[in-house]
């Protein structure tokens, strides 16, 4: 389920604000919607995996927050961000 290490790495390099960035809001934001849709289809096919479904929950509110915190430090950067990754309309 988790994302492979060149699926993060290609992730990491498309987000990155520098060279050794990698714990950025925007990587994280970026990294954290990945592994949302790939949980997303395997509720599709497994609706009563309610352990899996918490976790989901949790990682919903940890973009929740991190979106909010790089609005309110950076909005060039969450806009950018919300662009490429399609999350809001």
Request: include cysteine; charged fraction near 35%.
């Amino acid at each position: 389920m988790a994302l492979n290490n060149d699926s993060k790495a290609e992730i990491i390099k498309k987000f990155k604000q520098s060279s050794n960035d990698c714990g950025s809001s925007s990587v994280q934001i970026a990294l954290l919607t990945e592994n949302i849709n790939k949980l997303s289809d395997h509720f599709n096919k497994n609706k009563k995996d309610n352990h899996s479904r918490q976790g989901l929950l949790k990682m919903i509110m940890k973009r929740r927050s991190l979106m909010k915190y790089l609005k309110r430090k950076d909005i060039n950067t969450y806009e950018k961000v919300i662009k490429e990754l399609g999350l809001r309309k």
